[in-house]
């Protein structure tokens, strides 16, 4: 009897883990943020997709921010915004996000500049 009863446990439990792990699935499709970036960075390694980037002055000076898929300052350039540090801030979201075979990369310059990143990530 204690033999059923403890294969009984072991079984329910072996069912609720396999249940929990296929009830949490990765959040694909969700939009996901950076958080504010203040040098150059690598935002994500690996397959994703490249959303957009909100690029942000100090109020004086000029910000450029290039977005490269790879994971160094190198390689296929995505995009290279340069916002007029009057401005304060620039970029935006693509209707269509750009697939990004190796990761996303920002590489930033400019006094005082900082870059937001949004893409979205493979489950």
Not at 5 to 9: D, E, Y
Not at 42 to 45: G, K, M, N
């Given at each position: 009897m204690k033999k059923y009863?403890?294969?009984?446990?072991i079984s329910l439990l072996v069912l609720f883990s396999v249940t929990?792990?296929?009830?949490q699935p990765k959040p694909f499709g969700v939009v996901q943020s950076s958080g504010e970036q203040t040098s150059d960075a690598?935002?994500?390694?690996g397959a994703c997709l490249f959303f957009g980037i909100e690029v942000i002055t100090d109020g004086t000076n000029a910000a450029t921010a290039i977005?490269?898929?790879?994971?160094?300052?190198?390689?296929?350039?995505?995009?290279?915004?340069v916002v007029a540090g009057a401005s304060n801030?620039?970029?935006?979201?693509?209707p269509?996000?750009?697939?990004?075979?190796t990761g996303i990369r920002v590489d930033l310059s400019g006094t005082g500049a900082?870059?937001?990143?949004?893409?979205?990530?493979?489950?």
């Open positions: 009863v403890v294969a009984i446990i929990f792990s296929i009830a690598t935002i994500y390694t977005v490269y898929d790879n994971t160094a300052n190198s390689g296929t350039k995505l995009v290279e915004l801030f620039g970029g935006g979201l693509w269509h996000p750009v697939y990004c075979s900082s870059a937001i990143v949004y893409y979205t990530v493979f489950p």
